[in-house]
Each structure stands twice: as structure tokens, then as C-alpha cells.
């Protein structure tokens, strides 16, 4: 199919979202077909939530808002959608919302701008301030720690500043990344370093 068949079928957004999660904007890479499905599925978990009814529990959106505007600001594309992605089951209240719709309306700006009036705005979602975060809670607050198997950066997760490694394993264990990466394979030592990363090291054949 051609760009603009894919435009026909999926709709620009989810094109544009593909090929921007595929791979890193700078490497470029093969075009992964399995990622407008991907994006599909992830368009209807945000159109599901945001038009769902509000709950008045908020979601920790600090770390997501600063985390999106440094991967837009690096070309980071694949990690700001990413982010998103992590986001948007938290995203139950009115505020954070509105907070998950304007860091999409860069990604996504048709779904963005429906999504915005939706909520009952008049004007444009791209007219809008970007969210603004507190960094200081940030650094007093959490960590963010790279997962790492063999060596390469496969997950990040946010963590107290004073996580233990057995607390740290816990959380990864089970994270999809991690187990696409592993692919069955056995942890064969952990290298934890507080703070900044855990390395999971498989046995090599």
C-alpha cells in the first residue's frame, strides 16, 4: 500500500503515529505494519477514557508532561508516544484529560482536536498552553531507572529514590518490553546500580 492509501483506510493520525513509533526519528528503520494495529488500539483507549466518565482520582502527571516535551524537543517521537501510551489508563480524571489530550494534539492532531471539544472546549486544542510540571516534586519524589537487557536500554520505570534491587526485579519481571526482549531466556546476573539503571545479563550458547 502507499502513504496515502494508508491515509484512506487508517486515517493520517494513525499513519503519522506508526511511523513515528516504529523507530528512532534519527535511525529511521523499517516500517512495522504491526504498528498502525498498535496505534489503532491505543486511539480507542484514549477515545474510551477521555469520553468515559471522570473519577476523581488523579493520575502522577509531572514526570509524563516533562518526559513528553524532552522527547519532542531530542526527535524522541518513539518515546514521547510511548509515555503516552503509559499514561492514558491514569488518565481518569477532568484535569488529566485535558492534560493527556494537549500532549497528544503534537502526535495525533485531528484525534486531538475532536477529543478537545469533546471535553467540552470551544477553541483549539493546539491554541493551548503546553502543561506546565513540578520539577522539584520530580527530584524529590522519584526516580527513573533504564532497564536494560544485555546491555541495551529495552524499558524505563519511575521508582523510589531508595528502591531495593529485589523491589526493582519485581516490577520488571512481568513488563512487556522485558519479556519481548528476554524472549525465554534466562537471567543469568542482574547488575543494579541505585538510581540509574538495572542491567538484566542473559546466559549466553
Not at 32 to 37: F, M, S, V
Not at 57 to 71: K, M, N, Q, S, T
Request: charged share 25%; net charge negative.
Amino acid at each position: 500500500m502507499t502513504p496515502n492509501e494508508f491515509v484512506e483506510v487508517h486515517g493520517s493520525d494513525v499513519l503519522r503515529c506508526a511511523l513515528l513509533f516504529s523507530a528512532p526519528w534519527e535511525a529511521g528503520g523499517d516500517f512495522q505494519l504491526d504498528a498502525i494495529a498498535g496505534i489503532e488500539r491505543f486511539f480507542t483507549r484514549v477515545w474510551r477514557i477521555v469520553t468515559g466518565p471522570d473519577d476523581d482520582a488523579d493520575a502522577p502527571l509531572d514526570r509524563v508532561v516533562r518526559d513528553v516535551g524532552d522527547a519532542i524537543e531530542r526527535l524522541h517521537f518513539n518515546v514521547g508516544l510511548a509515555r503516552l501510551m503509559e499514561l492514558t489508563p491514569q488518565a481518569r480524571s477532568d484535569e488529566s484529560k485535558r492534560v493527556l489530550v494537549r500532549l497528544l494534539a503534537p502526535f495525533a492532531p485531528h484525534l486531538a482536536e475532536e477529543l478537545w471539544h469533546r471535553l467540552g472546549e470551544n477553541g483549539s486544542v493546539h491554541d493551548q498552553p503546553w502543561p506546565d510540571y513540578d520539577a522539584n516534586a520530580l527530584l524529590a519524589a522519584e526516580v527513573e531507572l533504564a532497564i536494560q537487557v544485555d546491555g541495551r536500554t529495552r524499558d524505563r520505570i519511575v521508582v523510589p529514590p531508595n528502591a531495593l534491587e529485589a523491589t526493582v526485579m519485581k516490577l520488571v519481571r512481568n513488563r512487556p518490553r522485558v519479556e519481548v526482549a528476554l524472549a525465554g531466556r534466562q537471567i543469568n546476573r542482574v547488575v543494579y546500580v541505585p538510581q540509574r539503571l538495572l542491567n538484566l545479563v542473559t546466559t549466553t550458547t
